[in-house]
Every structure is written in structure tokens, then in C-alpha cells.
């Protein structure tokens, strides 16, 4: 699996929107994008995944560049409850194998008042 | 509420004792798994199973011991060998047929060692 590569730490304004970059550019063609987010002593949430093209669901956007070296996480409107860690992982598509997610260190993000 | 449950959220034991953490989901998931994490660290695996009577080791698994002998329970057992078992200890489930991977995770377990 490839290696992922996130900034520490980012602070947003409540209300606007957070983008969280994630650089993996080992990816190779048969593996996903995945994010999670921790809250302080919670488990961690699924949040989306993608492979090539943009996704969005009711959480937040997925943004993938076209050679799928970087992606960006984006909360459109963030509130203080996205206060979390979050976790950018890729991995490929294999049920067989259903067994292992790589966990880096993940972005703090602070959403301030 | 379909959902993992992992119990206490808080336990306490003497160094030398041995403690095991309760893992429940009624999920219907083939798949659980045990996880550590540790201040400020990403979360490393213990052991996870894939079928009722079946488990495997991930990267940490000296010092601990699993079973599986209900779909629903993934019962995890920190032995007095785990040289460092004070740590953030998480319980997760997938279907094995999902063709991607969204684990399901419970709330965790916090375990200190005094």
C-alpha cells in the first residue's frame, strides 16, 4: 500500500470550508483513496473514498488530481463538531485481503468560533 | 441500533494482570478487528479475523490473544507479557464481501496499567 503524506495540523473558521491535502505519490492504479476522521477518544468514522474521479457524499467532497498524486479532503461548511483528526489512507480494492488499513499520523484540524 | 459496542470505556488493572476487553457488533460483519493507539499516534493493528474460528496477527500482536467463536464477539485479552498495555484500544468490523474498505468502529477501550 502506498504511503500518504498530510500537514500536521490546520485551523479553519467556523462556517467556511476546510480542505485537507493529502499527498500520495507512490498510488498505484488499482488503489483507492480513503478518509477517516478521529474525535478526541471516539473510534474512528468513515468519512469517503474515491480512485480517480470526484466524489461527494453528505460529509464532505473528494477531490483527486488527474495523475492521483494528491487528493483534497473538502468540508464545505465546517462547524465546530468537525474538530477531529483526519486520517487519509489509500489501499486497493480487495476483499480477499479486507484485513489491514495503514493509519499515518493524520491532519488535526481545529475549527475555531 | 445496529453498531459495535467495545466495554468498559475505562478499565483499570495491576501491572502483571491479565484483562480482556469485550468486543460486540450486530452488524452482521464477517470481518473484526483489534487496534491499538497510543498519544498521539495512528492506529496499529493487533490481530483481526475474518471468519468465526479463525484469526490472523497484525504488526503488534505479542503480548495479547484473541478468539472468535461467535460472529458477533472478537474478545481481546492483554496478557501480563505485553511489555507496554497502557494505551486506546479500538474494535472494529467490515463485511468481507465490501468491495471497499469502511471498517466500523466501536467507541474504544481506554486501559491503564498502574
Given amino acids: 500500500d502506498a504511503k500518504t503524506t498530510q500537514p500536521p495540523s490546520m485551523d479553519c473558521a467556523e462556517g467556511r470550508a476546510a480542505n485537507l491535502p493529502c499527498n500520495h505519490s507512490t498510488i498505484s492504479g488499482n488503489e483507492y483513496v480513503y478518509w477517516y476522521r478521529q474525535i478526541h477518544s471516539q473510534g474512528p468514522q468513515y468519512i469517503i473514498h474515491g480512485l480517480k474521479n470526484n466524489e461527494t457524499n453528505e460529509m464532505a467532497s473528494l477531490i483527486i488530481t488527474e495523475d492521483r498524486k494528491s487528493s483534497t479532503l473538502i468540508l464545505p461548511h465546517a462547524t465546530l463538531r468537525d474538530t477531529a483528526v483526519y486520517y487519509c489512507i489509500v489501499r486497493t480494492i480487495n476483499a480477499g485481503n479486507n484485513r489491514k488499513l495503514i493509519w499515518g499520523l493524520g491532519t488535526s484540524l481545529a475549527v475555531n468560533p | ?114
Wanted: glycine letters at 8%.
Fill in chain 2, 1 to 114: 441500533d445496529g453498531g459495535i459496542t467495545q466495554s468498559p470505556k475505562y478499565l483499570f488493572r495491576k501491572e502483571g494482570q491479565n484483562v480482556t476487553l469485550s468486543c460486540e457488533q450486530n452488524l452482521n460483519h464477517d470481518a473484526m478487528y483489534w487496534y491499538r493507539q497510543d498519544p498521539g499516534q495512528g492506529l496499529r493493528l493487533i490481530y483481526y479475523s475474518q471468519i468465526v474460528n479463525d484469526f490472523q496477527k497484525g504488526d503488534i500482536a505479542e503480548g495479547y490473544s484473541v478468539s472468535r467463536e461467535k460472529k458477533e464477539s472478537f474478545p481481546l485479552t492483554v496478557t501480563s507479557a505485553q511489555k507496554n498495555p497502557t494505551a486506546f484500544y479500538l474494535c472494529a468490523s467490515s463485511p468481507i464481501e465490501s468491495s471497499y474498505n469502511e471498517q466500523f468502529f466501536g467507541p474504544g477501550t481506554r486501559l491503564t496499567v498502574l
